[in-house]
């Protein structure tokens, strides 16, 4: 991304070879500067930063809408992965959800269950734990979604991301790249190769 394009900065100098003949004989070099790299981030690492780390982020399919509005209010969060009674994943529920499918249509949450409203496991896009963030973005913008559950080669949900641990885990590349570059520019920081 910005790192890697960045992390090389070519610089040209220009010397005389003689006093008396500097206007003649002009000789450019060139030097890479190469900046330590902060590694390309996947979703794990959005995942291990996000708030939905640190909580059961799940809710049966069975459970009323009302407790998975109890639970987006306790924790703070929009969107929660569904579960069967298999405890296998089977969809996610949002606010979204939740405003245009109960709210809207007069419903009440007390009644209806999670299954009725939560987008189902057929139509659900998910993302592997190490896809790049990039990828991660795409997936989110392409289907105008802001939550991703994360999905192993087993078929298990391991973990699920939002838009904001994707955009935090940006600025924070940037904010390396822009400190890397700083750092070079007083001339802290980096190497240069021939």
């Given at each position: 991304?910005?790192?890697?394009c960045?992390s090389?900065?070519?610089?040209?100098?220009?010397?005389?070879?003689?006093?008396?003949?500097?206007?003649?004989?002009?000789?450019?070099?060139?030097?890479?500067?190469?900046?330590?790299?902060?590694?390309?981030?996947?979703?794990?690492?959005?995942?291990?930063?996000?708030?939905?780390?640190?909580?059961?982020?799940?809710?049966?399919?069975?459970?009323?809408?009302?407790?998975?509005?109890?639970?987006?209010?306790?924790?703070?969060?929009?969107?929660?992965?569904?579960?069967?009674?298999?405890?296998?994943?089977?969809?996610?529920?949002?606010?979204?959800?939740?405003?245009?499918?109960?709210?809207?249509?007069?419903?009440?949450?007390?009644?209806?269950?999670?299954?009725?409203?939560?987008?189902?496991?057929?139509?659900l896009?998910?993302?592997?734990?190490?896809?790049?963030?990039?990828?991660?973005?795409?997936?989110?913008?392409?289907?105008d979604?802001?939550?991703?559950?994360?999905?192993?080669?087993?078929?298990?949900?391991?973990?699920?991301?939002?838009?904001?641990?994707?955009?935090?885990?940006?600025?924070?590349?940037?904010?390396?790249?822009?400190?890397?570059?700083?750092?070079?520019?007083?001339?802290?920081?980096g190497?240069?190769?021939?």
């Amino acid at each position: 991304m910005l790192a890697s394009c960045a992390s090389t900065f070519i610089r040209s100098s220009v010397r005389a070879r003689q006093p008396a003949a500097a206007a003649a004989a002009v000789q450019i070099s060139r030097r890479t500067m190469v900046a330590p790299k902060l590694g390309e981030r996947d979703a794990s690492y959005a995942w291990n930063k996000s708030c939905y780390s640190g909580m059961d982020y799940s809710i049966g399919e069975d459970s009323t809408v009302y407790e998975a509005v109890e639970k987006f209010a306790a924790y703070n969060v929009g969107c929660l992965v569904t579960k069967d009674a298999d405890g296998k994943l089977s969809g996610v529920v949002s606010e979204r959800d939740y405003v245009t499918k109960i709210a809207l249509l007069g419903e009440t949450g007390k009644s209806t269950k999670v299954k009725q409203i939560s987008t189902k496991v057929a139509n659900l896009v998910t993302a592997s734990p190490n896809e790049t963030v990039d990828a991660c973005m795409a997936k989110m913008l392409s289907r105008d979604i802001r939550h991703l559950p994360l999905v192993d080669d087993k078929g298990e949900c391991v973990g699920i991301i939002s838009i904001k641990d994707l955009i935090k885990s940006c600025l924070e590349e940037k904010e390396h790249t822009i400190h890397s570059l700083a750092s070079f520019a007083v001339g802290e920081g980096g190497h240069f190769v021939m």
